[in-house]
């Protein structure tokens, strides 16, 4: 669910994408998007374009340990590293002319890698629409302005709690005054600078813990000047089990209790628009269709070898979307997903 503060913030971050966009970018987008339409109608598989929007991972560690988080929780089976720029510019050279959003962020805490500015720039001059998400523990003043200067176009801004007792249950190790602290130095920096860039997220996760603080959380977004707030419904890693996490109030939770008890998915999809549409490049370079893929279990090639044009196009890619869904649920990571 999002709230937005300021709809003249709102439509100039649309308009931004749409202008960044560009008729090529659009043309691809409106390939993609009948092919999934006449996949989903009438069971015809005809895939033709290049991936709308890219997600990369910066590094996979992070500076935190929140409780259902692989990357903090130190569960990841794949081995821990950060992004370098060859790797990061080859991306971008490649998905340049067609992809319209890159999101900097997958598991782990982008802003641990010392490149990050370099690579909201690099994108940016590229004509992509750039969007990072952070814990803002790391956010200091010279951070905020390399952020702005560099031109990102969306940050989002994790804070699960009103006050530190609450905000920590989840973000374990976090401090909520760094927090609130980045939120209102960076929509001061950009008044500053007398700039509409970034596009200000702050995004709450619903938890029992912390669903009874969603009012104070608004009161804050809404005086500092915050562009919208998401709230956001938790994915657990293994929903099968009970989980005090799973707020009481069912409207924020993506789970409900099926009629033996067992803690199911309130809705299911079956035909999966983002492995259709996108992709997602771990720091070393492997493809995987989503972000679900924590573990990186589905390597669909890797940068390498082959540029992701051509990975997005193979056999194994297309296979892999046509069995996608977690109605069918062929593999484990579409069985938890919305
Ligand atoms: S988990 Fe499966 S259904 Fe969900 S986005 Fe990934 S590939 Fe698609």
């Not at 600078?193 to 969603?214: D, H």
Request: proline share 3%.
């Amino acid at each position: 669910m999002n709230i937005i503060f300021s709809y003249k913030a709102w439509v100039l971050d649309f308009s931004s994408i749409i202008c960044k966009a560009g008729y090529k970018k659009i043309l691809n987008y409106a390939r993609l998007k009948t092919g999934f339409l006449f996949y989903s109608l009438f069971h015809l598989y005809i895939h033709k374009g290049r991936p709308v929007s890219i997600t990369v991972e910066p590094c996979n560690v992070c500076n935190l340990k929140c409780t259902e988080c692989p990357s903090g929780q130190g569960n990841l089976s794949r081995k821990n590293g950060r992004m370098s720029f060859s790797v990061f510019n080859k991306i971008v050279e490649d998905i340049y002319p067609y992809c319209a959003y890159l999101n900097m962020y997958f598991q782990g805490e982008p802003l641990l890698n010392n490149h990050i500015f370099d690579f909201i720039k690099t994108a940016s001059e590229k004509n992509i629409y750039t969007s990072l998400s952070t814990n803002a523990q790391l956010l200091d003043d010279e951070a905020l302005q390399k952020i702005i200067d560099n031109k990102l176009d969306r940050i989002i801004i994790s804070m699960d709690g009103a006050t530190q007792e609450i905000y920590e249950k989840y973000r374990v190790s976090g401090s909520l005054e760094l927090v609130k602290e980045s939120v209102k130095k960076i929509i001061l920096f950009k008044k500053q600078k007398q700039t509409s860039k970034p596009f200000v997220i702050v995004q709450f996760l619903v938890t029992r813990q912390n669903e009874n603080q969603i009012s104070e959380i608004k009161t804050f977004c809404k005086n500092s000047g915050v562009d919208m707030l998401t709230l956001k419904s938790i994915q657990l890693t293994n929903p099968e089990k009970e989980s005090e996490l799973l707020p009481s109030n069912q409207y924020f939770s993506r789970y409900k209790k099926s009629s033996d008890g067992k803690i199911i998915l309130k809705k299911q999809i079956k035909y999966c628009w983002r492995s259709w549409s996108s992709a997602v490049i771990t720091w070393d370079g492997n493809v995987l269709p989503c972000c679900f893929d924590k573990d990186a279990k589905h390597i669909m090639g890797n940068i390498s070898e082959k540029n992701i044009t051509e990975i997005f196009s193979e056999e194994k890619f297309h296979a892999f979307r046509k069995n996608a869904g977690s109605v069918k649920a062929h593999f484990g990571i579409c069985k938890n997903c919305i």
